[in-house]
């Protein structure tokens, strides 16, 4: 280990660190958990359909992975610090255009802007973790607080939409920008990507035939999340649940989620090979993809609606584990959000072609054969990523 490696083991290690980096993970990351609430209200004011909804979702998730990819170019060249306050702001600013918004046309626009924004902080806080002493905690810790959020913001959204309707949720993004903006103007370190070296037992370049391999896993795994996410309202009013039922069931799985990271971490502490977690973990949520769609009872949807979330939180930590084990750099880490983020752009689109050759009941199914590809071709990658980890030991 080199001295600057030392050096930035320290830097990201610190509270005020570690509450900035956070930051960026959950202003990044708000709208996935709000996009129920965000789909619904777009509905009921706007009254789009099916493949219009698609089209909004993947306008902002899409320019999420062109975003993660700006930052790994431009964070090698200047201040990733000077990038993170200038996504921030923007990101402010978008939602706050949101808020007063009045037509279709503006939202495909505004969530556009405000998804390149998002996968800066989105990359950012992945090379931050990756940069730390542990990349699984710190996504753990990642994944907790925006439960956290989720959990609060679902339950207070569920009463603001029906009063308040797009206006009201996007008023909740605002104050999740304004707290994320002080965390990260006060506690951020300055830091670019090139700032440390991969070792010798290392390839510097994370395009490597496993790096690639994880960027599909990560991709189909995004279409699976986004897809499901942009539908749960519709599958929620087929099977008999109202808005404010969903979003509460939701509400209740993000509070499972606050528990999912720390019993990663716990878990991680006994068991030290990720496949020994990640099999089990995407058979389960497979399964719960399958049970949204074919769920008999209303209360058993429910309940596949939020037992999903925390298998998530749960799985992600482990997906960037792998990349943090695979790339010692911070760049392969900082390009996972990115690769997320495009499946999770063609997430909606996908689903919604989906929806319209084959039914709403096909978003489940879809959803969980999607999860399977995922691991396929995330296998190799976890058994390679462990024979690192064997050769460092």
Request: hydrophobic share 55%.
């Amino acid at each position: 280990m080199t001295t600057r490696h030392i050096a930035d083991v320290a830097a990201f290690s610190s509270r005020g660190a570690l509450a900035a980096m956070i930051s960026c993970h959950v202003a990044g990351l708000f709208f996935l958990p709000m996009m129920p609430l965000v789909m619904g209200a777009f509905v009921n004011d706007f009254s789009v359909q099916a493949l219009s909804l698609g089209s909004v979702a993947s306008a902002q998730l899409t320019t999420t992975a062109l975003g993660a990819f700006s930052f790994t170019i431009i964070g090698s060249r200047t201040s990733c610090r000077r990038i993170v306050l200038a996504a921030i702001a923007c990101e402010l600013l978008l939602n706050a255009a949101t808020l007063i918004s009045s037509s279709f046309t503006e939202l495909i626009v505004l969530r556009g802007a405000s998804g390149f924004a998002q996968g800066h902080l989105l990359a950012a806080a992945g090379a931050c973790a990756a940069l730390s002493r542990r990349t699984e905690k710190t996504f753990a810790l990642y994944n907790a607080t925006l439960a956290t959020f989720a959990v609060v913001f679902l339950f207070v959204g569920a009463l603001v939409v029906p009063l308040f309707g797009h206006a009201g949720v996007f008023a909740l993004f605002v104050v999740v920008d304004v707290l994320a903006l002080a965390f990260i103007y006060f506690g951020l370190p300055d830091f670019t990507l090139h700032a440390r070296q991969a070792s010798s037992s290392v390839r510097a370049t994370p395009f490597t035939r496993s790096g690639g391999h994880a960027f599909i896993a990560l991709i189909f795994f995004g279409v699976a999340l986004s897809g499901t996410q942009t539908f749960i309202e519709r599958l929620g009013y087929w099977h008999g649940a109202a808005l404010d039922v969903v979003a509460t069931s939701l509400g209740w799985g993000w509070c499972l989620a606050i528990v999912a990271p720390f019993m990663l971490i716990w878990l991680m502490g006994r068991c030290k090979d990720n496949l020994v977690l990640l099999l089990p973990a995407y058979a389960l949520i497979a399964g719960l993809a399958i049970m949204l769609s074919l769920a008999q009872t209303t209360v058993v949807y429910l309940l596949a609606v939020a037992l999903f979330t925390p298998l998530i939180m749960f799985i992600e930590p482990l997906q960037f584990g792998v990349l943090g084990q695979l790339d010692d750099t911070g760049r392969l880490a900082a390009l996972g959000p990115g690769a997320i983020s495009i499946g999770s752009g063609l997430g909606p689109l996908t689903i919604s072609t989906v929806v319209n050759a084959f039914g709403l009941l096909s978003v489940g199914i879809t959803a969980g054969c999607l999860l399977v590809l995922s691991l396929l071709f995330l296998y190799p990658v976890c058994t390679k990523a462990n024979e690192k980890a064997l050769q460092k030991q």
